[in-house]
C-alpha cells in the first residue's frame, strides 16, 4: 500500500520522521518528493503518477503549508480522483474543500502513525492492503525484539484479518526462526492460531507447532 505525503519542504525532517515509522513498523509504502525523486527525473510527471497510484494521501498541515506553490494542487488533484484524505494538524486545520474532513492531531510520531493506520483499517477499499502490509512487516522481523513487537502490533488487528491473512500469519511464523524463537511473538502466534483453529490449515498450524518454543 502506498500513500502520498504533501507536505511543506520546511517540513521535511519530521515528514522524514513520520514516513520511516509508518514503513518500518506498518509497512507502509510513503511517498515523499524531496527523498524519493532522483535528481535526473522529471519531478512534475512522477508527483502526478504516484498521486495517481496512491492508496491516499496524508495532508501535514502546518503553518507554511498553504505557502507552498505545490500542496494546494497535489490536495485538488486527490480530491479529483476521490483519493482517501487524511489531513494531519500540525499547527493548522483543514481548509477550502477539505475542511469538512475531520483533522488528525499531531502530538507524536508514534501516535499519529497507529491513528493513521487505524483509518486505513476503518477504510472498506483500504483495510485489506493495509492489513497486508502489516503482515508482511511481520514476516520479515529479523530479530526476537522486532518479532515481539511486531507481533504485539500485529495482533491488535487481530478481528480484522480474512481467512487468507490468518493463514499467512501462522505459515510465516512458522518460516522465521526469530518468531517463533521469541517468547512473546511465539506466544501470541500460537495463541492466534488456537483462536483460528477451524480457519488455520492444519498443515500450516503442525510446521509452527512443532518450530515454536
Known sequence: MKVFFSYSSRDRVRVGEIKQEMESKYGIEVFLAHEDIEPCTEW??????ELKT???ILLFLTP???RSKWTDQETGFAL????????????????GFVGRIQAHRFVDVS???KEVFEVFVADRLLKEKALD????TFRAS?????????????MRYKDKFNRRQKNEIVRYA???????????ASRLVREFATENEGVIDPRILSLFTSLAR
Open 44 to 49: 512534475q510527471t512522477r508527483i502526478i503518477s
Open 54 to 56: 496512491c492508496g491516499a
Open 64 to 66: 507554511h503549508f498553504k
Open 80 to 95: 479529483a480522483r476521490r483519493t482517501k484524505i487524511v489531513p494531519v494538524d500540525a499547527g493548522a486545520i483543514p481548509y
Open 111 to 113: 501516535s499519529l502513525c
Open 133 to 136: 502490509a502489516l503482515i508482511v
Open 142 to 154: 529479523d530479530s526476537y525484539i522486532t518479532a515481539n513487537s511486531n507481533a504485539r502490533r500485529l
Open 174 to 184: 512458522g518460516q522465521n526462526a526469530q518468531i517463533t524463537g521469541g517468547f512473546t
